[in-house]
């Protein structure tokens, strides 16, 4: 039961344009999302979190959207730049169950 | 300098033998977490430490044996590995687990391939 998912494998954007990477999930108790990202050879590093109870988050470039009613997020990435080019997660937290669950994760390539 | 680290780093070895992956953390963070990342998966957790001495069973255990004798260290060992344990393996810390949105701190990854 995959109670994270992330749809988009890969995502390819322009230097300069705007990164939309989506996240889906199932159970409504999620406490916090979070958004990770991945280099290659490298472990994941932590990006950006969001409360449940809030809509948005917004930390320089990048903000996260919440809408609990889709059960759904997502990750604004503005404007993109080619050092943005990694592994994207998407990770929910449930405070009460002890898990952090993250999705499969997406490749994000913005082009020069 | 302050971080945590994984070794080794690339490890290829047989089905049935043993093999024991180590972290270190120099932050004396309380939680220590064992993940394992598999295509399609995502990262899934297979063991986490609230202190020394105290460890659980993430999302996958079966195959995995932990120990924490000391805060810094938290080793993962397969007792008697088998393919379906090929994986990159990833240790993190944290202050406070999961009873709050501080993040996790990862390593590096250790690429373990059981032939």
């Known amino acids: 039961d995959q109670q994270v998912k992330q749809n988009s494998p890969s995502l390819s954007v322009q230097e300069g344009r705007i990164s939309i990477l989506n996240c889906d999930y199932t159970?409504?108790?999620?406490?916090?999302f979070l958004w990770y990202k991945k280099y290659p050879a490298e472990g994941p590093t932590f990006l950006i979190s969001?409360?449940?109870?809030?809509d948005k988050n917004e930390d320089g470039r990048f903000t996260v959207f919440l809408n609990k009613s889709a059960k759904h997020l997502s990750l604004h990435i503005v404007p993109s730049q080619p050092g943005d080019s990694a592994v994207y997660f998407c990770?929910?937290?449930?405070?009460?169950?002890?898990?952090?669950?993250f999705g499969e994760g997406t490749q994000l390539t913005v082009n020069p | 300098d302050a971080g945590i680290t994984q070794s080794p780093r690339y490890k290829i070895t047989e089905t049935g033998r043993q093999v024991t992956l180590m972290c270190h953390q120099t932050?004396?963070?309380?939680?220590m977490f064992w993940y394992r990342q598999d295509l399609g998966h995502g990262l899934r957790l297979i063991y986490y430490?609230?202190?020394?001495?105290?460890?659980d069973k993430g999302e996958v255990p079966d195959g995995y044996v932990v120990s924490r004798s000391k805060t810094e260290n938290f080793p993962l060992t397969l007792e008697s590995a088998t393919r379906s344990q090929t994986s990159v393996y990833f240790c993190?810390?944290?202050?406070?687990?999961?009873?709050?949105?501080?993040?996790?701190?990862f390593g590096d990854g250790t690429r373990l391939s059981i032939l």
């Open positions: 969001i409360s449940s109870i809030k």
């Open positions: 993190a810390s944290s202050h406070t687990g999961f009873y709050s949105n501080q993040p996790q701190h």
């Open positions: 990770a929910a937290l449930l405070t009460s169950g002890s898990r952090l669950t």
């Open positions: 932050w004396s963070h309380s939680y």
């Open positions: 430490s609230a202190a020394a001495d105290i460890t």
């Open positions: 159970n409504s108790m999620f406490d916090y």
